[in-house]
C-alpha cells in the first residue's frame, strides 16, 4: 500500500495559466507560496521565515474555477498528488530536467468571500465526492456516556 497526498494552504503567487488542450478540457496553472514561520530557538539563535514555491496544475472544472475566481494573493487550500515529470531543456544542450507538481483534487477558497456571493467550493469530481452520502447510523444516548 502506499499514498501519495500532498495538503498545502497557502497564498497564490501569479495568475492562473490557463489552456485547453481540447474543446472543453481546460488546464490551469499557478505557483503557490507556503511559508513557514520564524522562531527564535531556545539557545536564543533566530530562524527566519522560510517560503516554499509550488506549482499547481487544476485540471476540468478546477481549472475552469481557477480562472474565474482565483488570482494572485489568492489565499486557498489545496488537496492533492504529487507528480514529477521530466523534460528536455533544448536551450540549454539538451539537459534533462525535473519539474515537481502537485495535482490539484481539491481546491478551496479561503479569506474573505466575493461581494454579493459565497465563496466557492471546488471539487475534482471523483467516485468519492460524487457518491451520495448516507447519513450515520443512529446513536443510542440512553447511557450517557461520553466515550
Known amino acids: ?13 501569479k495568475d492562473p495559466e490557463i489552456r485547453y488542450v481540447e474543446k472543453d478540457v481546460a488546464v490551469a ?6 511559508t ?9 539563535q533566530t530562524i527566519p521565515e522560510r517560503t516554499e514555491w509550488h506549482n499547481i496544475v487544476a485540471w476540468r472544472g478546477l481549472a ?11 489565499p ?3 488537496e492533492g498528488k504529487l507528480r514529477t515529470r521530466t523534460w528536455v531543456d533544448e536551450k540549454n544542450g539538451g539537459v534533462t530536467r525535473y519539474t515537481t507538481e502537485i495535482f490539484a483534487d481539491n481546491i478551496e477558497l ?7 456571493g ?5 471539487t475534482a ?23
Do not use: H, Q, W
Not at 1 to 6: A, D, E, Y
Not at 64 to 74: Q, S
Open 118 to 122: 459565497v465563496a466557492p467550493l471546488a
Open 29 to 34: 496553472n499557478f505557483t503557490l507560496a507556503t
Open 125 to 147: 469530481p471523483t467516485a468519492a465526492n460524487t457518491a451520495i452520502e448516507t447519513p450515520p447510523p443512529a446513536v443510542d444516548d440512553t447511557n450517557n456516556f461520553p466515550f
Open 76 to 78: 486557498i487550500y489545496v
Open 64 to 74: 475552469k474555477v481557477a480562472e474565474g475566481y482565483i488570482r494572485k494573493g489568492t
Open 36 to 44: 513557514e514561520r520564524g522562531y527564535t530557538s531556545a539557545s536564543g
Open 110 to 116: 479561503l479569506g474573505k468571500k466575493p461581494e454579493g
Open 1 to 13: 500500500m502506499s499514498v501519495n497526498k500532498v495538503i498545502l494552504i497557502g497564498n497564490v503567487g
